[in-house]
T-cell receptor
């Protein structure tokens, strides 16, 4: 039981490059989330998926797209990376009855 | 509008003393959940404690307790008998069932335990 896994752990991009952050969970959770964490800002929600087949914008969606590929997987895509997207990205999941949101280990992304 | 407010950017506590980390929240939904997470310098998010809006008793988990004052919309975390390993960032969060199961996080409090 791996919980929530994210790949890659670290990534360096040049401005304008694209990339996809992968997230998978093996807890049969309905809801999945993508956050970014910047110093002094806490965690800010980028996109979330309340259930398979649905996605919704969070607080800071600009510059990102997501795909809920199936119940297990929720990917985050940066089409044209910008230095302002340098951050730590966390994927998380939760079930409707859960009293907890489970987090992946995070991806540290640097955009030069 | 800010849903979760943590007004203490940094806190210091002497080892073995108790410390309270403040959190206030804003919602008009009667059904919600409140959480505290710990983030050590290694970066992972560690779940500490949960309080449901309908729970009558304050939640406790070992040395952690949540001081839930519904009328004041506050959900303070109390850590008793602080240990050096408690030094970390602490985040308060709220689960809003009314907005599709979204979670809202505060900006965090950095706790340093002094030997």
């Amino acid at each position: 039981n791996a919980g929530v896994t994210q790949t890659p752990k670290f990534q360096v991009l040049k401005t304008g490059q694209s990339m996809t952050l992968q997230c998978a969970q093996d807890m049969n959770h309905n809801s999945m989330y993508w956050y970014r964490q910047d110093p002094g800002m806490g965690l800010r929600l980028i996109y979330y998926s309340a259930s398979e087949g649905t996605t919704d914008k969070g607080e800071v969606p600009n510059g990102y797209n997501v795909s809920r590929l199936n119940k297990r997987e929720f990917s985050l895509r940066l089409e044209s990376a910008a230095p302002s997207q340098t951050s730590v990205y966390f994927c998380a999941s939760s079930g409707w009855g859960d009293n907890e949101q489970f987090f992946g280990p995070g991806t540290r992304l640097t955009v030069l | 509008a800010q849903k979760i407010t943590q007004t203490q950017p940094g806190m210091f506590v002497q080892e073995k003393e108790a410390v309270t980390l403040d959190c206030t929240y804003d919602t008009s939904d009667p059904s919600y959940g409140l959480f505290w997470y710990k983030q050590p310098s290694s970066g992972e998010m560690i779940f500490l404690i949960y309080q449901g809006s309908y729970d009558q008793q304050n939640a406790t988990e070992g040395r952690y307790s949540l001081n839930f004052q519904k009328a004041r919309k506050s959900a303070n975390l109390v850590i008793s008998a602080s240990q050096l390993g408690d030094s970390a960032m602490y985040f308060c969060a709220m689960r809003d069932f009314n907005t599709g199961n979204q979670f809202y996080f505060g900006t965090g409090t950095s706790l340093t335990v002094i030997p």
